[in-house]
């Protein structure tokens, strides 16, 4: 059982470790997870998400190998905020899909194969939770690989998307290409790391579905124009009000799927 709780740099898979940063809280869960990727013997280390700016985290990441390379999963703040200092820190390059948060690196590119740390990590970009985020795959980490999955597939509930940035078709579209990619270890960046991404990723597809037809039956009882707040008051009257702004942000991804079309 890998402590949630610890904030010590733990083994998740042979390929990769993380840290875990001190931002518990509703939406980040324990807390945002910075992976480690190396290969055994490995000199160089690359880390994915330094997470917040938090200088005994950033110190203790420093100290867990050379890093070589600093990786984005997607442009929140408790993913990116301390890539700045981070690269400051180590004098590694940090790398993001949007160019705003690269530090001394080139944007990634969907399809892209980065060698680094003696690890092949693979780009693939996910966007639905955000239109920049991106996963990284892991094809020979253990005998299924893996996917660094950032905040598109968490360990615990469900992903918020963050609309108008994100949308559900684009997610949708990047449920398929991660079910493709088989049952390869899940390592989110909230919650514990999970089994068999593609069974996960039918979850969740189920469960987007089900919201579809809770919000298809609201419209239905409050009238196709209605708004945001009403079909949140219906389809989301038992959310945590302190997760309600993430609620209403799904619905109205929802709206817009249902009322366009995919977009």
């Given amino acids: 059982m890998i402590p949630e709780q610890s904030h010590a740099v733990v083994r998740s898979t042979e390929l990769t470790r993380f840290r875990l940063a001190p931002n518990p809280g509703p939406m980040s869960l324990q807390g945002t997870r910075s992976y480690l990727i190396s290969a055994p013997g490995a000199a160089g280390t690359v880390v994915v998400d330094p997470g917040p700016l938090d200088e005994p985290h950033l110190q203790d990441l420093a100290r867990s190998g050379a890093v070589e390379l600093i990786l984005i999963t997607h442009?929140?703040?408790?993913?990116?905020?301390?890539?700045?200092?981070?690269?400051?820190?180590?004098?590694?390059?940090?790398?993001?899909?949007?160019?705003?948060?690269?530090?001394?690196?080139?944007?990634?590119?969907?399809g892209e194969v980065i060698h680094a740390a003696g690890v092949e990590?693979?780009?693939?970009?996910?966007?639905?939770?955000?239109?920049?985020?991106?996963c990284f795959h892991l094809p020979d980490d253990g005998p299924r690989g893996s996917v660094l999955t950032?905040?598109?597939i968490l360990?615990?509930?469900?992903?918020?998307?963050?609309?108008?940035?994100?949308?559900?078709?684009?997610y949708f579209a990047s449920?398929?290409?991660?079910?493709?990619?088989?049952?390869?270890?899940v390592l989110p960046a909230h919650g514990p790391m999970l089994p068999a991404l593609d069974s996960i990723v039918r979850a969740y597809r189920d469960h987007r579905q089900e919201r579809l037809t809770q919000v298809r039956a609201a419209l239905a009882d409050l009238g196709g124009d209605a708004g945001v707040v009403d079909v949140a008051d219906l389809v989301y009257a038992a959310v945590d009000p302190a997760v309600r702004p993430a609620a209403e942000l799904s619905v109205a991804a929802q709206l817009q799927f249902l009322r366009s079309g995919p977009a």
């Fill in 155 to 170: 360990g615990a509930g469900t992903t918020v998307l963050d609309y108008p940035d994100g949308t559900l078709g684009h």
């Fill in 121 to 134: 990590i693979r780009v693939l970009a996910t966007p639905g939770h955000t239109s920049d985020s991106v």
């Fill in 75 to 110: 442009r929140h703040a408790d993913h990116t905020a301390a890539a700045p200092r981070f690269a400051e820190l180590t004098g590694a390059p940090v790398r993001a899909a949007d160019p705003a948060h690269c530090h001394g690196g080139s944007p990634l590119s969907d």
């Fill in 175 to 185: 449920l398929d290409r991660l079910e493709a990619l088989g049952s390869a270890t």
């Fill in 150 to 152: 950032g905040d598109t």
